[in-house]
């Protein structure tokens, strides 16, 4: 009895050890996915396009002018591959997903998705996704 609770205990052990390898590798892959994805869809036109926005929105000029004068020291992530996986971890794969759809398609305002995302993020990882976001429009 004693050899069978000790093979279902190292059985459980290992099953554990899989899982949490699986759930690592695969944010990671997913998070190198969409980083591709994005850098192949914004090329130098739309990065403009994406500046000439920003600094016509006073709201999100004040988001990112903020970023411009965080230390990055103080924050949990600086570049963008951790901000990915953050996000995935903290939001999943599949509400991303539905949030571009649904941004895209204009049933989903910005004010409704920065609702969300700052319901699921601290306020250090925000201000880390703030830096990336600077960082990345004007590197």
């Known amino acids: 009895m004693k050899k069978f609770l000790?093979?279902?205990?190292?059985?459980?052990?290992?099953?554990?050890?899989?899982?949490?390898?699986?759930w690592h590798f695969?944010?990671?892959?997913?998070?190198?996915?969409?980083i591709e994805k994005v850098e192949s869809t914004i090329d130098e036109e739309n990065l403009?396009?994406?500046?000439?926005?920003?600094?016509?929105?006073?709201?999100?000029?004040?988001?990112?002018s903020e970023a411009a004068n965080t230390n990055?020291?103080?924050?949990?992530?600086?570049?963008k591959e951790e901000?990915?996986?953050?996000?995935?971890?903290k939001v999943g794969v599949n509400r991303l997903l539905e949030i571009q759809k649904q941004a895209?398609?204009?049933?989903?305002?910005?004010?409704?998705?920065?609702?969300?995302?700052?319901?699921?993020?601290?306020e250090e990882e925000i201000s880390a996704l703030k830096y990336v976001l600077y960082n990345e429009l004007y590197k």
């Open 6 to 22: 000790t093979i279902i205990a190292m059985f459980v052990v290992l099953l554990g050890a899989a899982g949490y390898a699986v």
């Open 26 to 34: 695969g944010t990671n892959i997913a998070s190198e996915k969409i």
């Open 48 to 64: 403009e396009e994406v500046k000439t926005y920003i600094e016509n929105d006073p709201k999100v000029q004040e988001i990112v």
């Open 72 to 79: 990055p020291e103080t924050l949990p992530f600086q570049t």
């Open 83 to 89: 901000a990915t996986r953050v996000l995935i971890k």
């Open 104 to 122: 895209q398609n204009g049933s989903l305002n910005k004010d409704e998705v920065l609702a969300e995302i700052e319901g699921k993020l601290s």
